[in-house]
């Protein structure tokens, strides 16, 4: 995955605010903020894939296979 840079302009009371309010470095709470997006993203973008792969899987099953399959668990 390519890397990007962001240029973000950044206002000093904020910069005040998490050092002296927040007790951590704004550039640590912007990163560990867009850890928590890629992370929620990557796992959006997999579920959409075993969703899809389901999709198409449950699509090369016939209905007369899924009934077959039925009667033999219920024997």
Same mark, same amino acid.
């Not at 973000?8 to 928590?36: C, D, K, Q, S, T």
């Not at 992370?39 to 997999?46: N, W």
């Given at each position: 995955?390519?890397?990007?840079?962001?240029?973000?302009?950044?206002?000093?009371?904020?910069?005040?605010?998490?050092?002296?309010?927040?007790? *951590?470095?704004?550039?640590? =709470?912007?990163? +560990? &903020? @867009?850890?928590?997006?890629?992370?929620?993203?990557?796992?959006? !973008? %997999?579920?959409?894939? *075993?969703?899809?792969?389901? =999709?198409?899987? +449950? &699509? @090369?099953?016939?209905?007369?296979?899924?009934?077959?399959?039925? !009667? %033999?668990?219920?024997?």
């Amino acid at each position: 995955m390519a890397k990007q840079s962001v240029t973000v302009r950044v206002e000093p009371e904020l910069v005040r605010w998490f050092r002296e309010e927040a007790h *951590i470095p704004l550039g640590e =709470a912007v990163n +560990e &903020a @867009l850890r928590g997006l890629q992370q929620r993203l990557l796992s959006e !973008q %997999l579920q959409q894939r *075993i969703d899809r792969e389901l =999709a198409e899987g +449950e &699509a @090369l099953v016939s209905e007369a296979d899924l009934s077959y399959w039925d !009667q %033999l668990s219920d024997a």
